[in-house]
């Protein structure tokens, strides 16, 4: 064993001699494999090979994914920090797209207009607007925050996590309320 390793050594310090062993044949006694394909594999039809693939998909068990998971907080919030993060992001490409391309379908859709269309909003839809749009806003926000807490090595056992998970959610309702109020 000895032997072997200060050979595997040399070996790995010199690129010449590494060379000259798998030349000669020698680095075979020491385990080293090649793999040979068979002339009958290589010379099967790509037709023949899709067949063998879809009957081999046949047989292959399924992976549970999700199912066998208990619901728990933090792959909740997992999955709304990532839905909110798309959906403020689109929401400011839709809008930075819907601005540039207004004018040329013959829409306003500058300053004036919005605010002109937002006044003449009844008080209930205009919160209903400012709840959609500060909700996400606002959760992502703060489990942003959460993260970076995180990042910091604080409260990431299973009780911070609990704890910043719910005080997040308690956040973004007071958050939300607050922000769609004024």
Not at 65 to 84: E, M, N
Not at 116 to 131: D, E, H, L, R
Request: charged residues 15%; hydrophobic residues 45%.
């Amino acid at each position: 064993m000895l032997a072997t390793r200060s050979m595997l050594k040399t070996v790995a310090q010199n690129p010449s001699v590494r060379v000259a062993m798998f030349k000669n044949g020698v680095a075979a006694p020491m385990g080293v494999r090649h793999f040979n394909v068979s002339r009958p594999a290589m010379e099967q039809s790509p037709d023949a090979e899709s067949e063998l693939l879809r009957q081999q998909r046949k047989v292959r068990p399924i992976s549970p994914h999700l199912s066998i998971y208990q619901p728990q907080l933090t792959w909740y919030g997992s999955a709304a920090h990532r839905i909110t993060g798309c959906a403020i992001g689109g929401g400011f490409y839709l809008g930075a797209l819907a601005y540039l391309a207004a004018p040329a379908l013959g829409y306003q859709f500058d300053t004036a207009a919005i605010v002109s269309a937002v006044a003449a909003a009844p008080v209930a839809a205009k919160f209903v607007a400012k709840t959609t749009i500060a909700a996400p806003f606002v959760y992502h926000c703060l489990n942003g925050i959460r993260h970076l807490v995180w990042d910091t090595t604080k409260f990431i056992d299973i009780k911070g996590v609990y704890t910043t998970g719910y005080a997040v959610l308690g956040g973004t309702v007071v958050g939300t309320l607050y922000l769609a109020s004024m």
